[in-house]
């Protein structure tokens, strides 16, 4: 009986370790009373609800590594777990335009205007002199709504934006004529180092840097060539209580090795580059021995930006026996054989999700990705994956340039005579532009044009093979075959420009 108690506080006294910096229940703080800290690190809604923000996991433990007093606030999952659940399907893809819609944006703020009090009043309970928000589209509106909510109530020293909601001028233009000079930096890249710098100038007021010009707010960018030399995150300042997915999201690389001219992910991240397998390892050990995590999701732009490496993790894995699975998403070019697929499936590689896109190799070389990988190509890839005992999950964009019913309907036969080697169509959405990409800033060569309304989705071809209408209407085709197919498909943004139909 004694030995059965011990084990039992035992559990007790390593989970009270584990979440001893917030005790919470649905978003509501009962901790003790916060001490002041450098810096506040805060994400708002929405995002993802199933594990802590990696990014400013990394963040926080690079900080702390370095000396600097550092808290966290995950907003998104403090106020999905503090509304009623009957608004939780506002995290779902096809509600994104509530939140980056004004008109839907203000039907949201006034929803939920006591629970936005609330976020701004715990953020300013944190005494932070810096607070630094990350910002993905479309948090941009919430995100500007708490900080003018913070500014009316306390004088804090400085506003910190980065993310890549933040990595264009059109996309900092809303931050700049809501916010103005009540912003001190943009953080265009990776944000370990300029955090640090800025911290320790801000503390050292003598410091004659950069980081004390008056000109505001200061465009910041830089990229750490050796990851390795990041520490991986601890997530000390994370209540895993708050999140459900019973996983981790893990970063094995940064950057891209191709220049897709729908994507904006090597110009946010820059070039490629993966760290060591032994690093990598060893952050699975960590996360896997204090945790008790089994299962991690690869979250970087592709696993197999470097397969050299990617088969080294593999062979470290497979010796250790460490009892975990992961997923990662994918670029199915040739590098990627049978002998690959076999180490990792044995190495806990449940599932890869290949980024396809077009089952037409004119449209492939239209934006660039033909340069990787054909559709030929692509399909033994895939094959050979499912055949490994992976599953194989497809991401489908409908409306590329080039793009017209004759080459559509390549997408359409690639699909059908590969039904039996596709688990899953993670998406198939309708081409959405992106400030920043080589196709929205470079429209015309691409031969598209653009309204001044509504231009990310109802852009049109300039030889009127490639509307809005097209789009929608082949969209709904793959869907009608994936169903007939037995094909789940897990997401389709069919609904963007019609969000006022999805009533809260």
């Known amino acids: 009986m004694k030995s059965l108690f011990e084990y039992i506080n035992n559990i007790i006294a390593k989970v009270f370790h584990q979440n001893r910096y917030y005790i919470r229940r649905f978003g509501k703080s009962v901790a003790s009373e916060k001490r002041p800290t450098d810096i506040l690190l805060v994400t708002s809604p929405p995002w993802g609800v199933h594990n802590p923000p990696v990014g400013l996991g990394y963040l926080a433990t690079y900080l702390r590594s370095n000396g600097i007093d550092v808290s966290v ?59 630094g928000f990350s910002v993905v589209d479309p948090k941009e509106r919430i995100t500007i709504e708490i900080i003018h909510k913070i500014l009316s109530q306390s004088d804090v020293k400085k506003i910190i934006l980065g993310g890549p909601a933040v990595s264009t001028w059109r996309q900092r233009k809303i931050f700049i004529d809501h916010l103005g000079s009540n912003i001190d930096f943009f953080v265009l890249s990776e944000g370990e180092k300029i955090l640090l710098d800025i911290i320790r100038n801000h503390k050292d007021t003598k410091n004659e ?7 505001k707010p200061q465009i910041v960018h830089r990229e750490i060539p050796d990851l390795s030399e990041l520490p991986h995150p601890t997530y000390d300042e994370f209540d895993f209580m708050m999140y459900d997915g019973g996983s981790l999201i893990i970063e094995w690389s940064r950057g891209c090795i191709s220049t897709c001219a729908y994507c904006k992910g090597r110009q946010v991240q820059g070039n490629f580059r993966m760290k060591k397998a032994e690093k990598i390892v060893a952050e699975i050990e960590y996360h896997l021995n204090r945790y008790n995590v089994k299962y991690f999701v690869v979250c970087d732009n592709l696993i197999n930006g ?12 497979i010796a250790k026996k460490l009892p975990i699975e992961w997923e990662g998403q994918a670029i199915p070019y040739k590098k990627m054989t049978a002998a690959l697929f076999a180490k990792m499936k ?29 559709v030929a190509e692509a399909q033994e890839v895939i094959r050979a994956s499912h055949f490994a005992g992976i599953q194989t999950e497809l991401f489908i964009i ?15 036969d690639f699909i059908i005579r590969n039904r039996d080697f596709i688990d899953r169509i993670k998406s198939i959405n309708t081409l959405h532009l992106v400030h920043g990409t080589d196709l929205y800033d470079n429209a015309d060569s691409y031969g598209l044009t653009l309204p001044k309304k509504g231009e990310h989705y109802l852009w049109e071809s300039t030889d009127g093979s490639n509307t809005y209408q097209h789009r929608t209407d082949r969209t ?9 197919l037995d094909i789940d498909v897990l997401e389709h943004n069919l609904a963007e420009g019609n969000e006022q139909t999805l009533t809260l």
Do not use: M
């Open 209 to 215: 840097s950069r980081y004390h010009t008056k000109e």
């Open 73 to 131: 606030f995950d907003l998104n999952i403090s106020l999905y777990r503090r509304i009623h659940h009957r608004y939780h399907k506002l995290w779902l893809p096809q509600y994104k335009n509530w939140w980056s819609n004004s008109d839907l944006y203000k039907v949201l703020s006034e929803t939920f205007s006591t629970d936005i009090e609330w976020a701004a009043a715990q953020i300013l309970s944190y005494q932070a002199e810096v607070i």
């Open 346 to 374: 044995a190495a806990g590689c449940v599932k890869l999700q290949w980024g396809l896109e077009s089952g037409s190799d004119r449209v492939l070389q239209n934006i660039r990705k033909g340069k990787i990988f054909t």
């Open 476 to 484: 709904k085709q793959l869907l009608s075959v994936a169903a007939n």
């Open 398 to 412: 409908v409306g590329l340039p080039g793009e017209n019913d004759h080459e559509f309907n390549k997408t359409k």
């Open 306 to 317: 470097n397969t050299r490496e990617l088969e080294r993790v593999c062979d470290t894995l």
